[in-house]
Antibody, heavy 120, light 110 residues
Framework: EVQLVESGGGLVKPGGSLRLSCAASGFTFNTYSMNWVRQAPGKGLEWVSS????????YYADSMKGRFTISRDNAKNSLFLQMNSLRVEDTAVYYC?????????????WGQGTLVTVSS | QSALTQPASVSGSPGQSITISCTGT?????????VSWYQQHPGKAPKVMIY???NRPSGVSDRFSGSKSGNTASLTISGLQAEDEADYYCSSYTSINTYVFGTGTKVSVL
């Protein structure tokens, strides 16, 4: 059974940093591209970033470029999101999500999310 | 990377059919057959209902169907049921190797 379990969320002040983690199990992690997707309270889904299985290809949404860094550790079946210079508008539930076996055509599995709150 | 445009809400009576539109550009929806649709119930993670415009994952009811014409994709739910009440999001791969979601549509079953 595919499982994605996020951790690392919490309360942080504006300008602060936070590192999210996602523990993956139930599939061959290093063969799948992975994503972070966020959802602000009461708002819609927003794609954040993706990383290929071997970390060769990394992409970011424009509003996250330069502040967020996605990475993975295939030996530990883990995905990460380093978030710096956090803003109030970064407050959201952050989901770890797997691209389908066919590639980047769609997301087939999602974690339950971890809440990040940016507030003074 | 503007969000794809969806109606804010759509409603229907049990047994009826409803259609949700999703409008993008030639750089996303119109340029690729990589449109997918997600259902999200309150407090839950999204679930894929349609992928690659019109394909249903195993386990998804055949009451859900998808299509595309030009820069607009559509999700149709036929035989509307109470359990279909949820938020629905379209999404698309883009020409700059990113992913974009729609603005979301709240489906209400009257």
């Amino acid at each position: 059974e595919v499982q994605l379990v996020e951790s690392g969320g919490g309360l942080v002040k504006p300008g602060g940093s936070l590192r999210l983690s996602c523990a993956a199990s139930g599939f061959t992690f290093n063969t799948y591209s992975m994503n972070w997707v966020r959802q602000a309270p009461g708002k819609g889904l927003e794609w954040v970033s993706s990383i290929s299985g071997s970390s060769d290809y990394i992409y970011y949404a424009d509003s996250m470029k330069g502040r967020f860094t996605i990475s993975r550790d295939n030996a530990k079946n883990s995905l990460f999101l380093q978030m710096n210079s956090l803003r109030v508008e970064d407050t959201a539930v952050y989901y770890c999500a797997r691209y389908s076996p066919a590639g980047t055509t769609y997301i087939d599995y999602w974690g339950q999310g971890t809440l990040v709150t940016v507030s003074s | 990377q503007s969000a794809l445009t969806q109606p804010a809400s759509v409603s229907g009576s049990p047994g009826q059919s409803i259609t949700i539109s999703c409008t993008g550009t030639s750089s996303d929806v119109g340029g690729y057959n990589y449109v997918s649709w997600y259902q999200q119930h309150p407090g839950k993670a999204p679930k894929v209902m349609i992928y690659e415009v019109s394909n249903r994952p195993s386990g998804v009811s055949d009451r859900f169907s998808g299509s595309k014409s030009g820069n607009t994709a559509s999700l149709t739910i036929s035989g509307l049921q109470a359990e279909d009440e949820a938020d629905y999001y379209c999404s698309s791969y883009t020409s700059i190797n990113t992913y974009v979601f729609g603005t979301g549509t709240k489906v209400s079953v009257l």
